[in-house]
Nanobody, 123 residues
Framework: QVQLVESGGGSVQAGGSLRLSCAVS???????MGWFRQAPGKEREGVAV????????YYVDSVKGRFTISQDNAKNSMYLQMNSLKPEDTAMYYC?????????????????WGQGTQVTVSS
């Protein structure tokens, strides 16, 4: 049984940093794993994705230069380092694994999801 468990969310002021973790069990790192977020009243959107076989990373424009996705195969974990946080980054953040077909940030192409961790950035 595949389980993805996020942690590391919290409340910070604008300009601050947080590091999200995703503990993975029952799933071997392969294909694509990533971080998505969903703010109240908005659709879920991709933030950062990694093609785990090669370590290739993809970022949505709004987080480029501020967020970094990484993995630790030995610990079966994936991370999202978030720096220079902005109030618009406030959302529930989800870890996901799957095989996107065309657009890499399409949520419906990701089969496995964690329960989410809340990130709140105040101005």
């Amino acid at each position: 049984q595949v389980q993805l468990v996020e942690s590391g969310g919290g409340s910070v002021q604008a300009g601050g940093s947080l590091r999200l973790s995703c503990a993975v069990s029952g799933y071997t790192f392969k294909y694509y794993m990533g971080w998505f977020r969903q703010a109240p009243g908005k659709e879920r959107e991709g933030v950062a994705v990694m093609y785990t076989d090669l370590g290739t990373t993809y970022y949505v424009d709004s987080v480029k230069g501020r967020f970094t996705i990484s993995q630790d195969n030995a610990k079966n974990s994936m991370y999202l380092q978030m720096n220079s946080l902005k109030p618009e980054d406030t959302a529930m953040y989800y870890c996901a694994a799957g095989s996107p077909r065309d657009y890499i940030f399409t949520p419906r192409d990701y089969k496995y999801w964690g329960q989410g961790t809340q990130v709140t950035v105040s101005s």
